[in-house]
């Protein structure tokens, strides 16, 4: 039975895993010999791991927010405002004088890059349907506008260029407009009045919500430019604008078409050299997204915050761990006495740490999706749960658990095994 | 089957860098141990007994000489292939004992099964078969808390011999039982003996190496005595 041959001789061990499996048990043990100490390394885990989640939802909620709210607005979008005068030193602000026309804006149309130009003028006016009356931003432009600012309409119909050629008393209202003129009815085909001349309404727009002003975009009446120029702004020189608004046809190509569009408006308004310009130009696009590159940068701070406590939590563990070998060292060295490998020992200690900061992760990824849920109950904050960044989250977690057992379990592997077996 | 000798070393020396300089702890021992045979290591402290028994144990490398186990130079082997031995070729017996406390008795001496890659109905199988040899196949779940120190002893002989060993080494056995028990021990290392395991016991009592068929004397690292006693070595 005990005979010396080669059979028996040290043989390569079978990589079964069954040993992780043997091994899964035995950290299973160990870390149930000492409850308390478990749970509270796991709670560092269960904070740093809840508190990702909780912050990647609140910062990737506020970019959702940010948009919506872009995407209402229209995309690749610039505004070409008339300019001031100077009149015995006064200075009128931006569109002080009508130096844009309509020329100008079909002049604009014939740009390359140019997808859309509508010439517009606006003003806030008092409406007045039956008994009731409200105060709204009157827009009077042509219908690519509705196409630029990418706006639907829900009920009814849109108005054409023969509206605009013909100056028709027609309009568009918005959703709050809407709601506080005509209430429970039907708007369409009834007449309001806007500075005591009638429209009729055609159609209702869709809903847009707030700007990033926070102005309620909903709150608008658009009715042809012409008519808005003769019926309600009473403009003194026929066809002249306030503002065009142009959409450019990609982010890219935006400079370079308000570098055309300037160069054009330069030539046409005879505007030599040293002159300064007599127009405005404002790239409504550029502040929608530095808006959301402020959200970005507040969700990676957000994100980068919660992730000290993940760091933190890891420490924690390697902190356990290293205690778990110290105390453990005569057990070390009693399982190398009977043939545990370097490895096997690095296996078992590792496996402690993930099982730890796993098992952390599960339970903070649970806490954290009901406290995003809480916040968004009760404070009525934008949340967004990605399925990735859980998946980030658990695997930062799982990585965390490696790195910070990783030394712990290499310390428990080199031990000597006589120092270790005779460790008290 | 080869002849060669379990055991054998030659010039087995080593020595230990300490702060007071270099300190040899043996010199140059050579010895053989034949298949069946049953020697007893004797020895005041710091006669290099320990050092030798490690060295045997594949626990520690020696600074020169040779080491042959079962026929194998194991002198110059690294930690993987050293854990590899111990755990197939060689059982342990330590004077405490040595159980991992939060573990069954079937599981601690199931664990070198566990090093080996064997799987867990094998393992259990294998374990309470041994369990059953030292008489205490009624105790596989209990604690080694539950039980006395000379059936902990018993675990821990049936845990050195789970894997089959070529040899079994034993460091004190009986150094924390009271003579009674240390007789019981003494006797089941006689039966083993008997069915053929070589056994390397180191002690310091006289009434406890004379259970064995050889009696090996160390002093300052050097052996100074090897006699045998009773009866020859079994082929």
Known sequence: MFTVDRESGPKPYREAPEMIRAMLSEAWQAMGANRLRTALTMLGMVIGVGAVVIMMAIGQGAQYAVQQTISTMGSNLFIVLSGSFTTSGVRSGSAGAPTLNVADADAIAELEGVVNVAPTHQGSRQLVYGAQNWSSQVIGTTPEYLEARAWSIVQGAGFGDSDVRSATRVALIGKTVADNLFGDEDPVGKTMRIQQNPFVVIGVLGSKGQNLDGRDQDDTVIVPLTTAQRKVFGTPFLGAVRMIMVQADSGEGMQKTMDGVTALLRQRHRLRDGQPDDFFMRNLSAAAESEAETTRTMSILLGAIASISLLVGGIGIMNIMLVSVTERTREIGIRMAIGARERDILTQFLLEAIIISIAGCLIGLLLGLGGALLINFFSGMVIVISGTSALVAFAVAAGVGVFFGWYPARKAARLDPIEALRYQ | ?235
């Open chain 2, 1 to 235: 089957m080869t002849a060669a000798p379990v055991i054998r070393v030659t010039g087995l020396a080593k020595s230990y860098r300490t702060a007071a300089g270099d300190f040899t702890a043996l010199h140059g021992v050579d010895l053989a141990v034949e298949r069946g045979d049953y020697i007893a290591i004797m020895g005041p402290s710091g006669s290099g007994k320990s050092t030798f028994m490690n060295l045997l144990g594949c626990l520690d490398t020696p600074s020169a000489g040779a080491y042959y186990l079962a026929g194998q130079n194991v002198a110059q082997l690294d930690r993987e292939h050293l854990a590899g031995l111990r755990n197939r070729l060689l059982g342990f017996v330590f004077q405490g004992f040595n159980l991992l406390p939060r573990m069954s008795l079937l599981d601690n001496v199931a664990l070198p099964l566990v090093y080996a890659g064997l799987d867990k109905p094998a393992r259990r199988e294998r374990a309470a078969e041994l369990l059953a040899r030292v008489g205490l196949g009624r105790y596989a779940d209990s604690l080694p808390s539950r039980i006395s120190g000379g059936q902990q002893q018993r675990v821990a002989i049936a845990r050195a011999l789970v894997n089959r060993p070529q040899l079994l080494l034993a460091d004190e056995p009986t150094g924390n039982l009271d003579s009674q028990t240390s007789e019981e021990i003494m006797r089941l290392f006689g039966e083993l003996n008997a069915e053929g395991i070589t056994i390397v016991l180191v002690t310091h009592e006289p009434d406890i190496a004379a259970h064995a068929h050889r009696q090996v004397r160390f002093r300052d690292g050097r052996i100074v005595s090897d006699e045998r006693s009773r009866q020859e070595v079994r082929a």
